[in-house]
């Protein structure tokens, strides 16, 4: 069973930064994609970025483009979201999410069912 576990979240004032970190279990997190994801209150949960499983390919919503960097340390099975520049609309549950199948590349619109998900940590930007 795969395992993820989000930190890293929590309540900042607009124009500030914070890091959040993902854990995953399993001996082969190297062979998959990962991905963060968003969901505001009363709102769908909405793609942000992803990272390919080498770690050199990376591809972002739009929304978030040039202020977050998702970045992973295999060594660490560790996958990490730079947030900067925050925004109040930036508010919402942040999950970190592995996809299913080795070697597959992540898109935005790819599937909920295709990812295993973490418990979600909360990020809350203060205008």
């Known amino acids: 069973q795969v395992q993820l576990a989000e930190s890293g979240g929590g309540l900042v004032q607009a124009g500030g930064s914070l890091r959040l970190s993902c854990a995953v279990s399993?001996?082969?997190?190297?062979?998959?994609?990962m991905a963060w994801f968003r969901q505001a209150p009363g709102k769908a949960r909405d793609f942000v970025a992803t990272?390919?499983?080498?770690?050199?390919?990376?591809y972002y919503a739009d929304s978030v483009k040039g202020r977050f960097t998702i970045s992973r340390d295999n060594t660490k099975n560790t996958v990490y979201l730079q947030m900067n520049s925050l925004k109040p609309e930036d508010t919402a549950v942040y999950y970190c999410?592995?996809?299913?199948?080795?070697?597959?590349?992540?898109?935005?619109?790819?599937?909920?069912?295709?990812?295993?998900w973490g418990q979600g940590t909360q990020v809350t930007v203060s205008s």
């Open positions: 999410a592995r996809h299913k199948r080795s070697y597959t590349t992540v898109v935005a619109n790819t599937d909920d069912i295709s990812f295993y």
């Open positions: 399993g001996r082969t997190f190297s062979a998959y994609a």
């Open positions: 990272i390919m499983w080498t770690g050199d390919s990376s």
